[in-house]
């Protein structure tokens, strides 16, 4: 039976048109199904009573289901989706000030075991399809009863590495008649797969890109993130120079502070060198501490200083997240892996 969920919206437009009827169906559909949120054909009162009857026997439209939900004091609330081939995933809601940022997953787990990550521990079990990616905002929105304003993708997963699926997940975000996000208002993020981050480079729609740096050292780089042996740093640069002259946007580098490893004079000494190299922010993240994962996490205090350091020296701004939702696991993927090893070990 098709998920008409699936279906963006030319494949909704042959749908219909294959059936005789009308193009702007589909757009009174995915209207239905996207802006609404509506899996019940039946309620889809501007479409004809026969063709309703007709896509309630002959067609559905799936939803994740919300398996778990925890809400931190500080309004993050984080799910755990379940996928209708029994996957989870998960997803955080975000607010601050006016945004609502969804945290989005792309993939089930991860393949590139990067050893500050849980997700990295799952190891991957599948791609995300693009119409799972978008119904996690969909989802979060209709069940925190606000519209999202924002999407990151710093979930579960490397982006990239899921780029066909992604790109068409990007594009559902964006359509008006859909979720209607900005372009601006997205940001995908890589640990740096330089031809896919040309990839980007070439999507006609001003999309921002975080990169996980966590290290300006190769040789360091390479020890906390394996893929860091395929990619190295000047490849990915130079990647991320092309990305900057198609779009002209600033490129936010991501730095997990991981005390005693990636705080010190020479750690500072690299960022600043290729700071001075691509236009970019560093945004500084206290790691978030997991007992299978080998980091302690930053006093405060640390991380302050490390920052106030660094804010001397580095070319451009330096900005520092305050961790959110540790009351309820905060690093990608520490959820699922909690939920996973609850499941384990009863
Ligand atoms: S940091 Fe990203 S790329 Fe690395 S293991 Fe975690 S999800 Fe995968």
């Known amino acids: 039976m098709v998920d008409l969920k699936a279906l963006d919206l030319p494949e909704l437009e042959t749908f219909f048109t294959r059936r005789g009827e009308p193009r702007w169906r589909a757009h009174q559909v995915y209207r239905w199904i996207w802006q609404k949120g509506s899996t019940d054909p039946l309620a889809w009162t501007d479409l004809p009573r026969i063709l309703r009857e007709r896509l309630a026997e002959e067609t559905r439209v799936s939803a994740l289901r919300a398996e778990h939900a925890a809400a931190s004091r500080d309004g993050t609330v984080k799910f755990i989706f379940a996928l209708e081939d029994g996957h989870r995933v998960e997803s955080v809601w975000i ?3 006016d945004r609502r940022t969804v945290c989005v997953s792309s993939q089930v787990g991860c393949a590139l075991g990067c050893t500050f990550c849980a997700t990295g521990l799952l190891g991957l079990s599948r791609n995300l399809k693009a119409h799972e990616i978008v119904d996690q905002v969909l989802q ?7 519209r999202a304003t924002n999407v990151v993708f710093m979930g579960m997963g490397e982006p990239l590495q899921n780029w066909e699926e ?3 997940a990007l594009v559902m975000l964006m359509r008006h008649i ?6 601006r208002r997205i940001t995908v993020s890589t640990v740096g797969i330089p031809h896919r981050i040309r990839e980007l480079a070439r999507f ?8 996980s740096l966590h290290s300006a050292i190769q040789e360091k780089r390479e020890t906390i993130i394996p893929l860091a042996r395929r990619f190295p740093l000047p490849e990915i640069l130079d990647a991320l120079w092309d990305y900057y002259e198609a779009h002209r946007r600033w490129i936010t580098l991501e730095y997990i502070h991981l005390p005693g490893f990636n705080d010190g004079p020479e750690d500072i000494e690299a960022l600043v060198r290729l700071g001075r190299k691509i236009p970019s922010k560093v945004n500084v993240i ?8 080998p980091f302690r996490a930053p006093e405060m205090e640390e991380t302050e200083a490390f920052v106030s350091r660094l804010r001397r020296r580095f070319p451009h701004p330096v900005t520092f997240r ?3 939702g540790r009351d309820v696991f905060g690093a990608c993927g520490q959820l699922a892996l909690m939920v996973q090893q609850e499941a384990r070990h009863p």
């Not at 979060?140 to 606000?146: D, K, P, R, T």
């Not at 859909?178 to 372009?183: E, T």
């Open 286 to 293: 206290p790691f978030n501490p997991h007992p299978e994962l």
């Open 140 to 146: 979060a929105s209709l069940l925190m009863g606000e």
């Open 204 to 211: 006609p729609r001003q999309v921002r890109l975080a990169f």
């Open 322 to 324: 305050r961790p959110r």
């Open 178 to 183: 859909g979720l209607n996000l900005g372009a």
């Open 95 to 97: 607010p601050d000030r």
């Open 166 to 168: 992604v790109k068409k």
